[in-house]
């Protein structure tokens, strides 16, 4: 009999919550052939990323998957035999009670956040709270051997490799939205929260003898981008040329052509956790601007990610990755950091497909999920 998982989401902001949650949700149904409802909070949010989410629909199917919303006031479930619990969010207490009046109470998980430090293998698959008779354990993605790894569909990488090769296919997804760049021009995607450190960056673009024709997504990073136009308005559609280069504002696409956005271009400015990972399987180089937390402890995550992704570069590309990557994150000279990068772009590049081929090689984050479930039945 196929397995039953309630996976719950609550949007706390942006979209990686709903856009891991939902990737995941897909992939079981797609490739684990599981039963799938994903709890919502919030469907404005999810319909972002999915324009045909219904959002007065307290349930829908989208893609297999039982969407249902998660109502402040909770009427009574039967617990699944999975239940995923994303990013630490709290169940509601008579769903709880559900879970522990099962003859044989689910496995009960908590999905954390992603990160690369080290104590993430010690923490993967432990037992955490106990309700009643209902055990819950840490379930962490990862970068490293002995973590849940990361979202990955079958296939994607062959997708990825042939959309790449298909310079046809790639203008043709480019002219969809409204995108035609001069044919010497270096594509930059550029998906980030708030950054002061953008003007910097900009002004070495405008400056460089390539043309670079950036693409950004509507989203928060808008407004540093005017600033550096002097423009008052910018939206969807709109396109300016500084120096050597032309900014495009695109709309938020759905998930799926957000990933062709990515393998189309030669560099990717990408947030967050979902996006992150996705540029990372694009296999280009990138750019990450980690999702700030309180004292400062995502600059630790920065660190570890950045410690292992440069393990094997020459001294000159680590220096270069890890001076773009501190600007960007804690403030610094973009511009001067970027011309740092270009001198080590043939090494860069190279390594944005080893990286990829390499953490390829680790199960997905959906097989070690259901592997976790067999194991534990
Ligand atoms: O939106 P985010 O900043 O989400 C963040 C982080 O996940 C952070 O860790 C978390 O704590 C916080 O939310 C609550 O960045 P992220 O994770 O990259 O999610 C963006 C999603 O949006 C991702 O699934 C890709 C998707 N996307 C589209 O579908 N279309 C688009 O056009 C763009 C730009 C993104």
Redesign the pocket.
């Known amino acids: 009999m196929k397995a039953s998982w309630d996976i719950f989401c609550s949007v706390?902001?942006?979209?990686?919550?709903i856009?891991?949650t939902w990737?995941l949700a897909r992939q079981l149904v797609a490739e684990h052939q599981c039963e799938v409802r994903l709890w919502v909070d919030d469907l404005r949010a999810f319909e972002?990323?999915c324009p045909e989410v219904d959002i007065s629909a307290f349930r829908q199917w989208q893609a297999g998957v039982e969407v249902r919303h998660w109502p402040t006031e909770w009427a009574a479930q039967p617990a699944a035999d999975v239940v995923i619990a994303a990013?630490a969010c709290q169940l509601p207490a008579a769903y709880m009670e559900a879970m522990a009046e099962r003859e044989r109470p689910p496995l009960w998980l908590n999905l954390d956040?992603l990160s690369a430090e080290d104590w993430v293998v010690g923490c993967h698959g432990l037992p955490s709270v106990k309700f009643k008779g209902a055990q819950k354990y840490f379930f962490f993605p990862g970068f490293r051997p002995g973590t849940g790894g990361l979202l990955r569909e079958v296939g994607l990488l062959e997708r990825r490799r042939a959309f790449q090769k298909d310079t046809l296919a790639q203008r043709n997804f480019l002219q969809g939205l409204g995108v035609s760049a001069a044919s010497d021009a270096r594509l930059i995607s550029l998906?980030a929260?708030e950054n002061a450190g953008l003007g910097n960056w900009l002004d070495a673009l405008a400056a460089d003898t390539r043309p670079t024709h950036l693409l950004v997504?509507e989203?928060r990073i808008l407004g540093d981008v005017k600033r550096w136009l002097a423009c008052d308005e910018l939206h969807v559609g709109t396109q300016q040329v500084r120096g050597a280069v032309t900014v495009q504002v695109?709309p938020?696409?759905?998930?799926e052509?957000?990933d062709q956005l990515l393998w189309c271009c030669d560099f990717n400015a990408?947030?967050?956790?979902?996006?992150?990972v996705?540029a990372q399987w694009a296999g280009r180089p990138m750019l990450w601007h980690i999702?700030r937390q309180d004292e400062d402890i995502h600059l630790d995550k920065l660190e570890a990610f950045l410690d292992l992704y440069t393990q094997g570069l020459s001294p000159q590309a680590r220096d270069a990755i890890n001076g773009l990557w501190q600007a960007w994150n804690a403030g610094g000279d973009m511009g001067q950091c970027w011309k740092t990068l270009l001198n080590v772009w043939p090494e860069v590049s190279l390594h944005a497909e080893q990286w990829c081929l390499e953490q390829a090689l680790q199960a997905d984050l959906a097989a070690a999920l259901v592997q976790f479930y067999l194991n534990w039945i």
Not at 12 to 17: E, K, R, S
Not at 252 to 255: A, D, G, K
Not at 270 to 276: A, K, L, Q
């Open positions: 706390v902001d942006n979209f990686g919550d856009g891991v990737r972002r990323l990013f956040y998906f929260y997504p989203g695109l938020f696409v759905r998930q052509q957000y990408v947030r967050g956790e979902d996006s992150f996705r999702y």
